[in-house]
């Protein structure tokens, strides 16, 4: 879909909606392609569920590392911190 930036503004909800549905939406300016609208990907953090079944397909085992249990200690987090003192 190709449209005009002037009525690209009265239908911005209508032009959101055609490219999170996978539509190639272009918007115009003095005839010519200006900008395209596309669908946002997710990003950042971790997808657990991937990470799990590429550790299987792998054949990878879990992760067993453990803490040491000092870290488990909320007195040695005050002391890492430098907030014991208070």
Known sequence: MEI????????????????????????????HPAVELVRCERRGGIDFDRLDAARRR????ANRERWPPEFDDPAYS?????????
Do not use: N
């Open 58 to 61: 792998l054949g990878l085992k």
């Open 78 to 86: 005050r002391q890492v911190l430098g907030l014991d003192g208070e």
């Open 4 to 31: 005009a930036l002037r009525e690209a503004k009265a239908r911005l909800s209508e032009l959101v909606a055609a490219a999170c549905s996978g539509e190639r939406v272009i918007i115009t300016q003095h005839g």
